[in-house]
């Protein structure tokens, strides 16, 4: 399933239900299939999308040095590499980018941001 979201000073959104979803949850707290967030309401929205990449790339940086260290165990046992760890390939940054900028776009020329599915 698709999710489109829309706003009257950008083109639409496109994304597949899992990536939209999560994001909504990081943005809102709750995913709902339609909704819409206000104009007064966005500059939180951005504040929580831009923390969570932050948070992110700390963990994944994390994740790396951790694999690099002699005797950490990845990369040994290809088996429990793919299980424990592993992350996304697809950094929360590439996922949230497009729905950063469309929140911008919406907050310089002020636009409620809808969508559904």
Known sequence: MLFKFKSQVTSDLIMLEDDARRLL?????DD?????I???DLPAAI???????AQDEAA??????EAQK????YLSDPAKDLTEGMVDPVRLAQRA??????LKHCVADPSDLV???
């Open 25 to 29: 949850k990081i943005m809102l707290g």
């Open 32 to 36: 709902p299939a339609k909704g819409i």
């Open 38 to 40: 206000l104009v007064q």
């Open 47 to 53: 504040a929580k999308l831009e923390s969570a990449v």
């Open 60 to 65: 994944r940086l994390q994740r790396s040095q």
């Open 70 to 73: 002699p005797g950490s165990g």
């Open 97 to 102: 980018s497009p729905m950063v900028k469309l």
């Open 115 to 117: 969508w559904g599915v």
